[in-house]
T-cell receptor
């Protein structure tokens, strides 16, 4: 079971770039890395998913080094509305049956 | 609109009274799962289903049952609820396990007294 470790909290200011790193030392060969955003009393929302190297979409980038033992979610130019909890999830790809375990998440606070 | 719908949003019940929380998705997703979220413990998976008639235990299945008779529905059943099952519950689905991320429902806040 791929356990993930993230910082408990981070603070930033509007307009800055925020990088949140997740450690997952025992990631399996077919595991994908996915990041979610959650606001209070709402379900988590998918941000980005990757397997290796770098993935970018309209809201974030995901950097995964060659050994895949960690990953970094990069949020460019954050705003107040990015204040939320961010979860890194390492889970099986399309094959294999295995339970999913979310980490404790990183609480990001964006200040004006 | 593509979505995962959970009902009810809020529920207060008494210990031992059987209840069902419904979950339905309209995206023809194969994979569905249930989570509970408690303060300081994050999201913990209760059960998951790879497809119709295929269900497996997650990390915290005790006290819960599920069924997957149709692709779109994945109800969570509490046969005899207890106060320690007071929690915020989320249902999620994805096209296949691990593919494209999970779409979560809006949550069901359950209180067992």
């Amino acid at each position: 079971l791929a356990k993930t470790t993230q910082p408990i909290s981070m603070d930033s200011y509007e307009g800055q770039e925020v990088n949140i790193t997740c450690s997952h030392n025992n990631i399996a060969t077919n595991d994908y890395i996915t990041w979610y955003q959650q606001f209070p009393s709402q379900g988590p929302r998918f941000i980005i998913q990757g397997y290796k190297t770098k993935v970018t979409n309209e809201v974030a980038s995901l950097f995964i080094p060659a050994d895949r033992k960690s990953s970094t979610l990069s949020l460019p130019r954050v705003s107040l509305s990015d204040t939320a909890v961010y979860y890194c999830l390492v889970g099986p790809g399309t094959t294999g049956r295995r339970a999913l375990t979310f980490g404790s998440g990183t609480r990001l606070q964006v200040q004006p | 609109e593509a979505q995962v719908t959970q009902n009810p949003r809020y529920l207060i019940t008494v210990t031992g009274k059987k209840l069902t929380v419904t979950c339905s998705q309209n995206m023809n997703h194969e994979y569905m799962s249930w989570y509970r979220q408690d303060p300081g413990l994050g999201l913990r998976q209760i059960y998951y289903s790879m497809n119709v008639e295929v269900t497996d235990k997650g990390d915290v299945p005790e006290g819960y049952k599920v069924s997957r008779k149709e692709k779109r529905n994945f109800p969570l059943i509490l046969e005899s609820p207890s106060p320690n099952q007071t929690s915020l519950y989320f249902c999620a689905s994805s096209p296949r396990q691990g593919y494209g991320g999970y779409t979560f429902g809006s949550g069901t806040r359950l209180t067992v007294v």
